[in-house]
């Protein structure tokens, strides 16, 4: 069955959900008079017939999609009844610009993916309707995550205080750690360090002790294949970006005391050859480079794709590259600032031309069911994954595709629209190597600080956030880079740096970001209630 005709205007789609729905005393949409307009089918079907549903996804240089060859999307259409057509462009790379032409489009798709700031501010022009009523009354799955974790609703509604999308969702923390070569450390009879100061004296005899054994001092202790040595600022309890302090404000780590103490410190590192000399100039290839001649001696990277490199083995004798913990900082605190977001900053939502919410939310829902789950974290059984005692594991062709698992499920349909990510499938899918690393920082969730949560701006938030915080994130990187490779004194520039932020705007970005950290806050205290 087709859809009907849809409304042709976002205003007139808007006045029409307003008039079924209405609007209680406390400002929440009321979902009463929103009924299932198709005949309801049994088990795990939401409707009796087919229903078709337009989509827009776009993921800029992989265009558009085809939902008829995306055996995701196929098995969820076999389980739901429910199919998508896509409407994105498949020749425009720029997902910005089709996101933005897709919404002077009449009718809107029926369901609209894209990041957290597109949807919500397309919602607040009225592109799409309110969920959290239709998700309290029609999908049980996700009202369970989110009765669970409120936090994924307070960081997702838009700045008026309504959830307009379903968020995409990973489980776990672990991004990133510290790896070192384990050989060089063995050769040189040293333990794994433990500590700032052992990690310090560590680099220091892979600096000047030769362990690669080619009688040169050409070892690279640190390296990082992105610009700058904010993983190791940690060391010395620096954040490295928008963080609450122990007064409860909202500041940039950046302008606090500690990382002045952290890049005087780097400073020394980095002139005595502890810090890759070419960090800021060496770009994305670093660990090719450095690894592959047996140079590099630790970083702080990626676990999936850094563990990888244990691949060198087979031309570097010895070649051991593992994960250790961090190292305590100068506090004797065991931690690790960076983790990945729960949260996904993206997702899907229904727009006001679409006639079908509840079979619409109905579906988004089966997604968060065990079936739809382990569809998106694992694909097709019998093709992608077979169960063994209970739980699935991916096949060996699987596991063998050409560019990696993560890759492969890509172009099956893993798209970070509204679903939950398995943390097991994720570590299922790594290498030996990179599951060392991922595991033993997931096995310590007490390293992880307390994560800035994900926020949601007004308009004018907006605006100071991209102009002044553009700025203000420009003049730190740059001033980073004259630190560390001494072009500038850490404690004569002090002050002037931090003269110069407020005069780019610092204090007026900081106080975006404060505003909207407490509205979150006041959402997080209501849901919890």
Known sequence: MKKGKLLTSIAAAALSLTMLAGCNGSGTTETGDLQMKMEPGEGTKVTAEELDLTIFLHRGGLGAFDYDKMTMFQEAFRETNIKLSGTASASNTDAQQEFNIMLTNSPLPDIIQGTKTNLNSAAIEGALIPLEDLVKEYAPNIQAVFDEHPEYVAGSVASDGHLYY?????????????????DWLDKLGLEVPTTLDEYYNVLKAFREQDPNGNGLKDEVPYFYRDKGVDGLIQLWDAYNTWHVNDEGQVVHGKTEEEYKNAMKALAQWYQE??????????????????????LGGSTHDWFSSTGSFNRFADTIEGFNWVAIAPPAD?????????????????????SSDNQYPVETIKYFDWWFSENGRRTYAYGIEGVDYTM?????????????????????????GQLEFGAPMSIQAEIDAMTPQAQQGFELYNDHPEWYTEQFPALSYTTEEERIIQDQGTAVDTLITETQQEWLMGTKDVDATWDQYLADLDSMGYQQVRQAQQDAYDRYQESLAAIEE
């Open 166 to 182: 379903i968020p995409s969702l990973f489980e776990g923390k672990p991004s990133v750690g510290f790896y070192i070569r384990q």
């Open 273 to 294: 050859g502890l810090i890759d000399q070419e960090i800021y100039s060496r770009g994305s290839q670093a660990r090719e480079q450095l690894l592959g001649v047996n």
């Open 330 to 350: 100068v506090n004797g605190v065991v931690k690790e600032i960076f983790a990945r977001q729960e949260l996904v900053a993206s997702g899907w939502g229904i």
């Open 388 to 412: 063994v005692d209970g739980k699935p594991q991916y096949t060996e062709e699987t596991l063998n595709k050409e560019g990696g698992v993560p890759m492969y499920m890509r172009d099956m």
